[in-house]
Each structure stands twice: as structure tokens, then as C-alpha cells.
């Protein structure tokens, strides 16, 4: 499987503010995806992004709230923009690189927004 | 996005009891896959299964995808303190959505020694 570098790996920030979360992945892969985890629930897609387009939003997403760069087939970054506390959660990228196996999960960055 | 639901959304057992998490789609899927995630950790992938009926092992772990490849079953016999975790089932996306992948609920499972 893929092995996945993400940082930061925990952040508190005004409300307000920008923070960028940034994934480097061991190998090149032609989809990146961010997902959001709010305590105790489950994960919710909120984009896939593509080297060379802009990436997609899922449903409630926007790009003016959540940027997304993907500058090459190795590396994505996402920005949580002008932060409110209900921010608050947790951030994941992940990865599928073969057929046969799953998606691989960057260890996740802990956002607190006060 | 392709919904799928998960229940039970807690299990508590005793060490040693089986547990069992169900996972259910209105659409049929081409492949649902498991995944773990420990108290403060990210998800870890288990298994995937693609094919109509298909059982897989993993030790005391036992995968089931439905003859309808609209549900699922992850049972684990005679739990362990390092069973504890969030269990997650999780379906792949379709046309315009393909490649993505849409996680249930989860299965949050607290094991008493």
C-alpha cells in the first residue's frame, strides 16, 4: 500500500484564520481525496483532487471554503479557510493506488478552532 | 453520494463474546470494503470483497458480501481487548462518482476485559 505523509498532525487556530493541511503520498497516484471526521462520527468525502483540473466537491463543499491544490501526482494540499469552530474536526487524506487494495489513510491533522 | 448504512452504531461485550457489525446499500455495489480505526487513530484498511457470496477470513475476523452485493457482515469471534475500535464499512462511488469511496456510519465496538 501507499504510505502517506501528512501534516500538520494537530493545530489550534483563531477563528478566522487559514490553515493548510498538506499530504505527500510515496508514489504517484492519479486521485488524491480529503475527508472530514467530527468527533465520534464517520467520515464524509468532502473532494477528490485531480492533477492538472480543479478538484471536485461533494455535496455542501466549496471551493472558496476548502482549496484544494494538487500540483503533482504526489502531493495535495487543503486549506480550510476563514475558520468558525464548527471547523473543529479532524482531516484526512487518503489514496487508492491498486485495484486489489483499499484506500490508504494519511494519519489525519486534529483541527481546534477557538 | 452512494449512502450506506451501518448498524449497530455502539456495541459493548464482555472479552471473549462475538460481535457483528451489518452493513447495508439501497444500489448495488461493486466491491464494499472494511476498515478499523483504533481511539485516536486514522482508518486502517481490512478487506475488500467483490464478488457476489464472497466469504473471507482474516483469523478470528469473518467478511460477508451478499448474494445481492447489497450488504455486508464483518462477525468477530470471541473479541479481544485489541479488538476495541471503530469498525467502518465502506462502498465505491458510480458514474459520475466512480473512484470515491463512501463510509457508513461505523460500528463503534468497546470490548471489558
Known amino acids: 500500500s501507499a504510505v502517506i505523509s501528512q501534516k500538520p498532525s494537530r493545530d489550534i487556530c483563531q477563528r478566522g484564520t487559514s490553515l493548510t493541511i498538506q499530504c505527500q503520498v510515496d508514489?504517484?497516484?492519479?486521485?488524491m481525496f480529503w475527508y472530514r471526521q467530527q468527533p465520534g462520527q464517520s467520515l464524509t468525502l468532502i473532494a477528490t483532487a485531480n492533477q492538472g483540473s480543479e478538484a471536485t466537491y461533494e455535496s455542501g463543499f466549496v471551493i472558496d471554503k476548502f482549496p484544494i491544490s494538487r500540483p503533482n501526482l504526489t502531493f495535495s494540499t487543503l486549506t480550510v479557510s476563514n475558520m468558525s469552530p464548527e471547523d473543529s474536526s479532524i482531516y484526512l487524506c487518503?489514496?487508492?493506488?491498486?485495484?486489489?487494495?483499499?484506500?490508504?489513510f494519511g494519519s489525519g491533522t486534529r483541527l481546534t478552532v477557538v | 453520494g452512494q449512502q450506506v448504512m451501518q448498524i449497530p452504531q455502539y456495541q459493548h461485550v464482555q472479552e471473549g463474546e462475538d460481535f457483528t457489525t451489518y452493513c447495508n446499500s439501497s444500489t448495488t455495489l461493486s466491491n464494499i470494503q472494511w476498515y478499523k480505526q483504533r481511539p485516536g487513530g486514522h482508518p486502517v484498511f481490512l478487506i475488500q470483497l467483490v464478488k457476489s457470496g464472497e466469504v473471507k477470513k482474516q483469523k478470528r475476523l469473518t467478511f460477508q458480501f451478499g448474494e445481492a452485493k447489497k450488504n455486508s457482515s464483518l462477525h468477530i469471534t470471541a473479541t479481544q481487548t485489541t479488538d476495541v475500535g471503530t469498525y467502518f464499512c465502506?462502498?465505491?462511488?458510480?458514474?459520475?462518482?466512480?473512484?470515491?469511496?463512501?463510509f457508513g456510519r461505523g460500528t463503534q465496538l468497546t470490548v471489558w476485559p
Open positions: 487518503s489514496v487508492k493506488r491498486d485495484l486489489s487494495y483499499g484506500y490508504t
Open positions: 465502506a462502498g465505491p462511488g458510480r458514474g459520475s462518482t466512480l473512484g470515491r469511496l463512501y
Open positions: 508514489s504517484q497516484v492519479t486521485m
